[in-house]
C-alpha cells in the first residue's frame, strides 16, 4: 500500500535552515507529481511547493518563493524540501502528499503523517 | 485570509443530510475541479471527494460533490457521530500557479 512517511523536522531559530524529507513506498514513486502542504497550529491547509514526475517542472506557492526549494530523487523514491531563512510564520506541520491522476488539480490522495517544524528562539 | 471561502462551522443531528459551501472565482473553481477533504484533528487530511463529484475507492457513497460556476458543495446524508471533523475544499489557481485550499468548515453532530 502507499506509505509516505516525512521527517527532518524539529526546532529551529529564526534565520535558520531545515532539509524535509518524504520517503515513497507501495508504488512507482517516479511516474507522479508530489507535493508539499503544511498546516500552522490551530490553522488551515496551505500550499507549500509542487513537483512533477521527472522534476522538471516546479511551482512554489507564495509561501516559499525564494525561500524554500522542493527537488527529488527517484533513484532513492524520496521527495525533499531545502527550506531557508525560516520565520516564526513557517512553524506548522509539513505533509507530502501525492496526486495519483498526476495534474495540478488539488486532488491528493495520499498524504503522510506530517512533520513538525518550529520555528522560535 | 483563504482564496476559497467557507463557513467557519456547521452543525447536524445524526441521521440528517448536511451540506457545506466553498466560493471561489473564475480563477480557481471556475476553471478548475473542486476537491474535498476530511481532517480529525491530530490526524493527516482524508481525500472525500475529487474531480467535483467523484469517491475515492472506500469513501462512503453517504458523501457527494458538486459544482456550479464558481462554487463547489459538499453534502453529507445520514450524518453519523464520525463525521464529525473539520472539511476542507481545494481547487487549482491558475492566477496564482498554485493549489488554494478554503479556511476550513469544522462540522458538529449534535
Known amino acids: 500500500q502507499v506509505q509516505l512517511v516525512e521527517s527532518g523536522g524539529g526546532l529551529v531559530k529564526p534565520g535558520g535552515s531545515l532539509r524535509l524529507s518524504c520517503a515513497a513506498s507501495?508504488?512507482?514513486?517516479?511516474?507522479?507529481?508530489m507535493s508539499w502542504i503544511r498546516q500552522a497550529p490551530g490553522k488551515g491547509l496551505e500550499s507549500v511547493s509542487y513537483?512533477?514526475?521527472?522534476?522538471?517542472?516546479?511551482y512554489d506557492a507564495d509561501s516559499a518563493k525564494g525561500r524554500f526549494t522542493i527537488s527529488r530523487d527517484n533513484a532513492k523514491n524520496s521527495l525533499y524540501l531545502q527550506m531557508n531563512s525560516l520565520r516564526a510564520e513557517d512553524t506548522a506541520v509539513y505533509y507530502c502528499a501525492i496526486n495519483l491522476r498526476n495534474n495540478w488539480s488539488g486532488g491528493f490522495d495520499y498524504w503522510g503523517q506530517g512533520t513538525l517544524v518550529t520555528v522560535s528562539s | 485570509q483563504s482564496v476559497l471561502t467557507q463557513s467557519p462551522s456547521a452543525s447536524g443531528t445524526p441521521g440528517q443530510r448536511v451540506t457545506i459551501s466553498c466560493s471561489g472565482s473564475?480563477?480557481?473553481?471556475?476553471?478548475?475541479?473542486v476537491n474535498w477533504y476530511q481532517q480529525v484533528p491530530g490526524t493527516a487530511p482524508k481525500l472525500l471527494i475529487y474531480?467535483?463529484?467523484q469517491r475515492p475507492s472506500g469513501v462512503p457513497d453517504r458523501y457527494s460533490g458538486s459544482k456550479s460556476g464558481t462554487s463547489g458543495s459538499l453534502a453529507i446524508s445520514g450524518l453519523q457521530s464520525e463525521d464529525e471533523a473539520d472539511y476542507y475544499c481545494a481547487a487549482w489557481d491558475h492566477s496564482l500557479n498554485a493549489v488554494v485550499f478554503g479556511g476550513g468548515t469544522k462540522l458538529t453532530v449534535l
Open positions: 473564475s480563477s480557481n473553481i471556475g476553471r478548475n475541479t
Open positions: 513537483i512533477s514526475s521527472n522534476g522538471r517542472t516546479i
Open positions: 507501495g508504488f512507482t514513486f517516479s511516474n507522479y507529481y
Open positions: 474531480v467535483d463529484n
